[in-house]
């Protein structure tokens, strides 16, 4: 399985996967928060970022300020909405059309449903179900083929903790960032902080997953 490294030199923002440097990172949940932070930091990078968002307008408000911190990043805004399957169908042709070959896909986007009520999609899947697993499967499944014409294929799924009793609008436990990124640098077999993900059939040639908490990303 595949390991996402932290390169020594954060201040030159160099990021990298064993075998070479990252070119187009696809990142959902890109509009705000972790998904917004993970794509600003491999523009700056200088890598070309697809930027996704729940709307065009939240990608685009997103990827301008990506820019006016970096005039030179490249950022490219897009949309789907997660809730919607049938939107995951039509949003993930297009990428693979346009962009031909993906280095990595970011999961990252995900919803916390707090409504007394049960919210169900159109689709009649709950929402909370649709957009944190059932959408995410579907859309790397359809951007298979332009990860699989990448050498350096990965898709990384970002976890949460908002589960949790009392987790939520508590800082993530960044102290633990260190051992987290030194137990993936030392490729640590067993699931630790960060859990490698071994479900399920084992992944196409040349493409690895990966499943980690917010606190690798923060380390970044």
Same mark, same amino acid.
Do not use: Y
């Given at each position: 399985?595949?390991?996402?490294?932290?390169?020594?030199?954060?201040?030159?923002?160099?990021?990298?996967?064993?075998?070479?440097?990252?070119?187009?990172?696809? &990142?959902? %949940?890109?509009?705000?928060?972790? %998904?917004?932070?993970?794509?600003?930091?491999?523009?700056?990078?200088?890598?070309?970022?697809?930027?996704?968002?729940?709307?065009?307008?939240?990608? =685009? &408000?997103?990827?301008?300020?990506?820019?006016?911190?970096?005039?030179?990043?490249?950022? =490219?805004?897009?949309?789907?909405?997660?809730?919607?399957?049938?939107?995951?169908?039509?949003?993930?042709?297009?990428?693979?059309?346009?962009?031909?070959?993906? =280095?990595?896909?970011?999961?990252?986007?995900?919803?916390?449903?707090?409504?007394?009520?049960?919210?169900?999609?159109?689709?009649?899947? =709950?929402?909370?179900?649709?957009?944190?697993?059932?959408?995410?499967?579907?859309?790397?499944?359809?951007?298979?083929?332009?990860?699989?014409?990448?050498?350096?294929?990965?898709?990384?799924?970002?976890? @949460?903790?908002?589960?949790?009793?009392?987790?939520?609008?508590?800082?993530?436990?960044?102290?633990?960032?260190?051992?987290?990124?030194?137990?993936?640098?030392?490729?640590?077999? %067993?699931? @630790?902080?960060?859990?490698?993900?071994?479900?399920?059939?084992?992944?196409?040639?040349?493409? %690895?997953?990966?499943?980690?908490?917010?606190?690798?990303? @923060?380390?970044?």
């Amino acid at each position: 399985m595949a390991c996402f490294l932290a390169v020594p030199g954060a201040g030159q923002g160099t990021l990298r996967w064993r075998g070479g440097a990252m070119k187009t990172p696809v &990142v959902t %949940g890109g509009g705000r928060g972790l %998904g917004r932070v993970t794509a600003g930091k491999f523009a700056r990078a200088g890598h070309r970022v697809v930027l996704v968002a729940r709307t065009q307008a939240a990608a =685009e &408000v997103a990827a301008a300020e990506i820019r006016a911190g970096n005039a030179v990043a490249s950022v =490219e805004p897009r949309a789907v909405d997660l809730a919607s399957l049938a939107s995951v169908r039509a949003f993930a042709p297009v990428i693979v059309d346009d962009l031909g070959r993906i =280095e990595v896909l970011f999961n990252i986007a995900g919803v916390l449903q707090t409504s007394p009520s049960r919210r169900v999609t159109a689709e009649g899947f =709950e929402e909370t179900l649709a957009v944190n697993a059932l959408a995410p499967f579907l859309l790397t499944r359809l951007l298979l083929p332009a990860l699989e014409r990448s050498d350096v294929g990965r898709v990384v799924n970002v976890s @949460s903790r908002l589960h949790l009793p009392g987790s939520r609008g508590k800082p993530v436990g960044f102290a633990l960032q260190a051992q987290c990124v030194a137990g993936h640098r030392a490729a640590s077999s %067993g699931p @630790s902080l960060c859990q490698r993900h071994h479900d399920g059939p084992p992944a196409p040639p040349r493409l %690895g997953t990966l499943t980690v908490r917010p606190l690798l990303l @923060s380390a970044l």
